[in-house]
């Protein structure tokens, strides 16, 4: 579970002891020189609160430009009618009794918390991401961890995508892979018997019809694209229905292209018309990749030394041979896990993401 804020919490204020030059040791008190005290934090660059809270603010766009954030904590409350934009990773952002406002929040290394807020529309990336008493939000999501609402309704969800050229180092200074994103798989913390408090957003949507791009000249500066071919993030369908029964399984071992080779056998495999389900980087061991490579596992157990493995699962009609096929073609020269046949395929996946959800707490 994501943990509570205080309400209206301000960044905490230095409590270091202050560093007392001493006379040394013998000198006559009267001679020795009295210097006042050194204090921790005047040696440390002054953090003025205010540049990191949008307060009471109405039908303004307002914003954060990238490295201006720079994984502080941020507070946004009581606004109204207003387009907030942070391009800048940060440490834990809370979003309060805010009303009709249009949001995009880059990546949050803890927790983002919306209370007591109402017809919002957000584009949001997390670790943690959490509800209580919302109204009518619609959110294009990427979070590390299993999302939760509580005592919230008219919720919609749509897997995050956006794009500009700074956003790949922030994911990581916020220490999120783009690969992890449970953005469908929501917790109702307090569900009601037969109504349903969220639901997904139409696989339609296109972010900018929702929160569009910036019009002040200083956030037109960032050089955003809401193209979902652009986006950081890979689309996937999440928990939506599957088109086919048949799915596949690749895997990507720890190395210097991983990331990229990943992202080439997305681009192959929607570019044929198959659709990514779902993508996880995660570490394994040897027992775990007995488990889930079975008879392969030894081809690929000495490769789990380097780091995490990237797995995505395709869906669609002939998906397994299409897989087989890219990766002999593209990826000749790397050892990259596919399912063999149609019949084995899905018990790669429930295997795989079994152990995924076990090793990440889902």
């Excluded at 941020?74 to 387009?83: A, G, L, R, T």
Aim: charged letters at 20%; aromatic letters at 10%.
């Amino acid at each position: 579970m994501g943990c509570f804020f205080s309400r209206r919490r301000k960044p905490a204020q230095g409590g270091q002891l202050p560093l007392q030059q001493q006379a040394g040791a013998g000198q006559d008190a009267g001679t020795s020189e009295q210097k006042a005290p050194q204090y921790s934090w005047d040696l440390r660059a002054k953090i003025d609160p205010k540049d990191y809270t949008f307060s009471g603010l109405k039908n303004e766009t307002v914003g954060r430009l990238p490295g201006k954030v720079a994984g502080q904590q941020f507070v946004i409350q009581d606004c109204e009618n207003c387009k907030i934009y942070i391009f800048d990773h940060s440490a834990t952002i809370t979003i309060d009794d805010c009303v009709n406002c249009q949001i995009f929040l880059g990546p949050i290394k803890g927790s983002v918390f919306f209370r007591d807020c109402k017809d919002c529309k957000c584009v949001v990336a997390c670790q943690q991401f959490r509800t209580r008493d919302c109204r009518k939000l619609e959110v294009f999501l990427c979070c590390a961890t299993q999302p939760i609402i509580e005592s919230s309704t008219g919720m919609k969800f749509g897997c995050f995508q956006y794009y500009y050229p700074e956003l790949a180092l922030q994911f990581k200074d916020a220490g999120l892979s783009i690969f992890n994103n449970t953005w469908s798989n929501i917790h109702d913390f307090t569900p009601v018997s037969g109504e349903n408090n969220w639901g997904l957003l139409p696989e339609t949507a296109v972010v900018q019809d929702y929160v569009p791009l910036p019009s002040s000249e200083e956030l037109k500066a960032v050089r955003v694209s809401t193209d979902a071919t652009k986006s950081i993030i890979p689309i996937t369908r999440g928990r939506r229905q599957k088109n086919s029964d048949e799915s596949c399984l690749a895997v990507f071992f720890a190395g210097d292209y991983t990331t990229a080779n990943a992202r080439k056998l997305i681009d192959e495999m929607t570019g044929k018309g198959f659709q990514l389900v779902q993508t996880k980087e995660v570490l394994m061991k040897a027992e775990d990749a007995n488990r889930v490579f079975q008879q392969s596992a030894l081809e690929f157990i000495p490769l789990l030394e380097k780091g995490p493995v990237v797995a995505l699962e395709f869906n669609g009609d002939g998906a397994v041979e299409q897989c087989q096929s890219t990766v002999n073609e593209v990826f000749s020269g790397t050892k990259v896990f596919v399912s063999e046949s149609k019949a084995s395929a899905s018990q790669d996946v429930d295997n795989f993401y079994n152990f995924a959800d076990m090793q990440m707490g889902m």
